[in-house]
């Protein structure tokens, strides 16, 4: 088992930055990819980027790419989401995930779950 915890939402005016992060805790972090994940009402659950093991590897979504960035810290068991330029279509409430075997998009590939944080950007 791996329990996620995410923190860092919140609300920001467009063009402001946030910092999302993602504790992991029950098993050996270095092991399993990470995911972050988002959802806005009533739309389905978006990919927006994922990271390798080791952090050697990542990739994002084309909506986000130039303005996110993932990171990790194997050390601390964390992940992180770096949000800058943000705009209010990136409001949404954001999961990060954990997966084992692939360096996958598709979120039913992924193991286990954060609650998710809200970020709220406002125009």
């Known amino acids: 088992q791996v329990q996620l915890v995410e923190s860092g939402g919140g609300l920001v005016q467009a063009g402001g930055s946030l910092r999302l992060s993602c504790a992991a805790s029950?098993?050996?972090?270095?092991?399993?990819?990470m995911g972050w994940f988002r959802q806005a009402p009533g739309k389905e659950r978006e990919f927006v980027a994922v990271i390798s093991w080791g952090g050697g590897s990542t990739y994002y979504t084309d909506s986000v790419k130039g303005r996110f960035t993932i990171s990790r810290d194997n050390a601390k068991n964390t992940v992180y989401l770096q949000m800058n330029s943000l705009k209010p279509e990136d409001t949404a409430v954001y999961y990060c995930?954990?997966?084992?075997?692939?360096?996958?998009?598709?979120?039913?590939?992924?193991?286990?779950w954060g609650q998710g944080t809200q970020v709220t950007v406002s125009s």
């Open positions: 995930a954990a997966e084992r075997e692939r360096l996958t998009t598709r979120h039913y590939e992924y193991d286990y």
């Open positions: 029950g098993r050996t972090f270095s092991a399993f990819a």
